[in-house]
T-cell receptor, first 114, second 111 residues
Framework: GDSVTQMEGPVTLSEEAFLTINCTYT??????LFWYVQYPGEGLQLLLK?????DKGSNKGFEATYRKETTSFHLEKGSVQVSDSAVYFC?????????????FGKGTKLTVNP | SQTIHQWPATLVQPVGSPLSLECTVE??????LYWYRQAAGRGLQLLFY??????ISSEVPQNLSASRPQDRQFILSSKKLLLSDSGFYLC??????????FGPGTRLTVT
């Protein structure tokens, strides 16, 4: 079945460092891909998305490019801030049983130190 | 704009007690609705989803159940809680097939 694999954390960086969180997927067809962010004690927020190959999603300085040839959707940010500390989830849309659902990775916890 | 509410925000219940968590969505009609559970240090597990009133699909067999009595209301229930039911419960909605929006969550501790 469809699945998402993302790098295991935790990831600890200093402020202004470069961030990469790897995400690869297995899917039949052409799913949409997403990154969600969860701040402590809160629900998930959609960070960015891409709906087809070579699309680049971007938001708040974060970027991810839908790479069909490598089945990847890596999250990057050029200069992280303390406020970026959160758990990041990669997800894909999957059609199962006539309904479309999201399949999530296990999440990567990011801590940014001042 | 659309908003999603969950209550209560936190709940502490003894083993064997009943459970009712509520989720409501405002600003949209006929949304798809979802219940997820997030155990400590783990990812999200889809529990139930609903494409319309009275239409519930279960993803994982367990002692939980879900109901959708109104178009924008989704309820998660249990007759008897287990210790393993502890976790962070998230409700989500989508108007389009793939993009989901999440509520603030309910933290449930079963003692």
């Amino acid at each position: 079945g469809d699945s998402v694999t993302q790098m295991e954390g935790p990831v600890t960086l200093s402020e202004e460092a470069f961030l990469t969180i790897n995400c690869t997927y297995t899917a039949t067809g052409y799913p949409s891909l997403f990154w969600y962010v969860q701040y402590p004690g809160e629900g998930l927020q959609l960070l960015l998305k891409a709906t087809k190959a070579d699309d680049k999603g971007s938001n708040k300085g974060f970027e991810a490019t839908y790479r069909k040839e490598t089945t990847s959707f890596h999250l990057e940010k050029g200069s992280v801030q303390v406020s970026d500390s959160a758990v990041y989830f990669c997800a894909l849309s999957a059609t199962q049983g006539g309904s479309e659902k999201l399949v999530f990775g296990k999440g990567t916890k990011l801590t940014v130190n001042p | 704009s659309q908003t999603i509410h969950q209550w209560p925000a936190t709940l502490v219940q003894p083993v064997g007690s009943p459970l009712s968590l509520e989720c409501t969505v405002e600003g949209t009609s006929n949304p798809n609705l979802y219940w997820y559970r997030q155990a400590a240090g783990r990812g999200l597990q889809l529990l139930f989803y609903s494409v319309g009133i009275g239409q519930i699909s279960s993803e994982v067999p367990q002692n939980l159940s879900a109901s959708r009595p109104q178009d924008r209301q989704f309820i998660l229930s249990s007759k008897k809680l287990l210790l393993s039911d502890s976790g962070f419960y998230l409700c989500a909605w989508s108007a389009w097939p793939s993009e989901q929006y999440f509520g603030p969550g309910t933290r449930l501790t079963v003692t």
